[in-house]
């Protein structure tokens, strides 16, 4: 159980195109999901907490413009990169809260590979 | 700030052999931490998380270690194996009753046959 899945796995986009990463809670309802970003060789830096039916949270530094999120339901969570560039290249993490469940217990994601020509 | 780190940032063991993979952490007022493990371009896997109350969990060949006054977790892989080699990071919530996680740059640990 508590399987979350991403797509696409990996993408190839040219610079100034808008991707579009979907977060999916396959097996529970997830109130909320958080995205992250990982850099070579670096660890996972939170961007974004989404909660359902609300707008997301923005870490500091993460443009909200530049990264849409969107909660649209207690099972998909998406993050739109718009206007990529190179320095979007990254790997993108989704994990989801169970509803109901630990504040503190997160199910990762496989994550996405995003690069930007 | 919560801030976490991993040392050393790679291992390479022969198989067979018992190691010990560190984590620090700067505020030893915890809720929990975890250990992940990742595998090259893939998502993260819990290997074991550890509550405050804790001292240690174990899960076969691993075993993780918590002592909040030296702001200090070990996770210890008994016997490795090549099927071990992966990345490994720990994580902690940037404070009490937060969902944010906090983690380290991970340790990648390759093991030789």
């Known amino acids: 159980g508590a399987v979350v899945s991403q797509h696409p796995s990996w993408v190839i986009c040219k610079s100034g195109t808008s991707v579009k990463i979907e977060c999916r809670s396959l097996d529970f309802q997830a109130t909320t999901m958080f995205w992250y970003r990982q850099f070579p060789k670096q660890s996972l830096m939170l961007m974004a907490t989404?909660?359902?039916?609300?707008?997301?949270?923005?870490e500091q530094g993460v443009e909200k413009d530049k990264f849409l999120i969107n909660h649209a339901s207690l099972t998909l969570s998406t993050l739109t990169v718009t206007s990529a560039h190179p320095e979007d290249s990254s790997f993108y993490i989704c994990?989801?809260?169970?509803?109901?469940?630990?504040?503190?217990?997160?199910?990762f994601g496989p994550g996405t590979r995003l690069t930007v020509l | 700030k919560q801030e976490v780190t991993q040392i050393p940032a790679a291992l390479s063991v022969p198989e067979g052999e018992n190691l010990v993979l560190n984590c620090s952490f700067t505020d030893s007022a915890i809720y929990n931490l975890q250990w992940f493990r990742q595998d090259p371009g893939k998502g993260l896997t819990s290997l074991l998380l550890?509550?405050?109350?804790?001292r240690e969990q174990t899960s076969g060949r691993l075993n993780a270690s918590l002592d909040k006054s030296s702001g200090r977790s070990t996770l210890y892989i008994a016997a490795s194996q090549p099927g071990d080699s992966a990345t490994y990071l720990c994580?902690?919530?940037?404070?009490?009753?937060?969902?944010?996680?906090?983690f380290g740059k991970g340790t990648k640990l390759t093991v030789n046959p």
């Open positions: 994990s989801a809260r169970v509803r109901g469940g630990s504040t503190y217990t997160q199910y």
């Open positions: 550890i509550q405050s109350s804790q």
């Open positions: 989404s909660n359902e039916g609300s707008k997301a949270t923005y």
């Open positions: 994580a902690t919530p940037l404070e009490v009753g937060s969902e944010k996680l906090v």
